[in-house]
C-alpha cells in the first residue's frame, strides 16, 4: 500500500510539472502570435490576445498559474500601453496608456522603463 501510495505521488508530482510546462510554452505561444499581429498591422488579434495575458494584477496575493511566466505578462502590458499610446486599433487613450505602462513597470519590463506617452 505504501508503494502505491508514493509511485502515485510521484505521478501526480510530474503531472502537475508537465501541466506548468505546457502553460508555460502555451502562453509563450501566444504572446509571439501577439507581438507579430502587432508587427504586422492586425491590431484586433493583437488586442484579442494580449489583454488576457496583461490582465493579471500581480500586486495579488493570489498565485495563478499564468503569474509563473514573470516575463510574459509585463510584456503584453507593455504593448497595450503603446497600443493605447499611439491610437492603434485602440481609441488612443492616454490614462490607459499610462496605467498599462505602469503595470509592465512594476512587473519589471525594461521597455516600458524608458517610454514615455507624451506625444
Keep these: 500500500m505504501h508503494l502505491l501510495s508514493h509511485s502515485l505521488g510521484k505521478i501526480l508530482i510530474f503531472a502537475k510539472?508537465?501541466?506548468?510546462?505546457t502553460i508555460n510554452q502555451s502562453f509563450s505561444q501566444d504572446i509571439n502570435y501577439a507581438i507579430n499581429a502587432y508587427k504586422r498591422g492586425d491590431y484586433a488579434a493583437a488586442l484579442k490576445n494580449?489583454?488576457?495575458?496583461?490582465?493579471?494584477?500581480?500586486?495579488?496575493?493570489?498565485?495563478?498559474?499564468?503569474e509563473n511566466n514573470p516575463t510574459t505578462t509585463p510584456l503584453a502590458q507593455y504593448y497595450l500601453a503603446i497600443m493605447y499610446c499611439?491610437?492603434?486599433?485602440?481609441?488612443?487613450?492616454?490614462?490607459?496608456?499610462?496605467?498599462?505602462?505602469?503595470?509592465?513597470?512594476?512587473?519589471?519590463?525594461a521597455l516600458a522603463e524608458n517610454a514615455n506617452c507624451n506625444k
Design 50 to 66: 494580449f489583454l488576457p495575458l496583461a490582465d493579471i494584477d500581480t500586486d495579488y496575493t493570489q498565485l495563478r498559474i499564468s
Design 17 to 21: 510539472i508537465f501541466l506548468i510546462m
Design 86 to 109: 499611439q491610437g492603434r486599433g485602440v481609441a488612443r487613450d492616454k490614462i490607459k496608456a499610462l496605467i498599462w505602462l505602469d503595470k509592465a513597470r512594476r512587473g519589471g519590463n
